[in-house]
């Protein structure tokens, strides 16, 4: 029997507002907004409504530099699925760069056991989705279970 738990890296938002945009960072569970704001880095002007381009139905690029994505932003908590048994967990492990991964444990393990571990870094191409998605984290719970 292999037994194996997964983390998931992703970007900490605070009320849909990315923190920082550094490439290796990916986003992170929040409260169910109608659209995520991503602030980039670039200077803000007075025209912060001003739309740069449309990229719709996934994303809006606004000319103060901020990002509206319309699509792909539902997030599952974390949680034991009722299913396959398997506990999620979301763990910050870096306040500074606002960085937070997610734990994904099998049903049958003891506090002394050891497991392998696999990680999975979600790519998401930025404008769809997040690791936290209903269809990437099914998929996780899925495979920790068939791995248990």
Do not use: W
């Amino acid at each position: 029997m292999v037994m194996s738990s997964l983390i998931t890296f992703s970007r900490l938002y605070t009320n849909g507002i990315a923190r920082s945009l550094t490439p290796l960072h990916f986003s992170t569970p929040r409260k169910k907004n109608k659209h995520l704001f991503v602030r980039s880095s670039l200077p803000m002007n007075s025209k912060t409504s001003e739309l740069a381009h449309d990229f719709s139905p996934f994303l809006r690029i606004y000319k103060d530099g901020h990002v509206e994505r319309l699509k792909g932003i539902e997030v599952v908590p974390p949680s034991l699925d009722p299913k396959t048994r398997v506990q999620s967990k979301d763990v910050v492990y870096s306040t500074e760069a606002n960085l937070s991964s997610r734990l994904y444990l099998p049903e049958n393990t003891t506090p002394t056991q050891k497991l392998p571990l696999l990680v999975y870094y979600h790519g998401g191409g930025f404008c769809v989705e997040t690791a936290f998605s209903p269809c990437y984290h099914n998929h996780v719970n899925n495979l920790v279970a068939e791995a248990n």
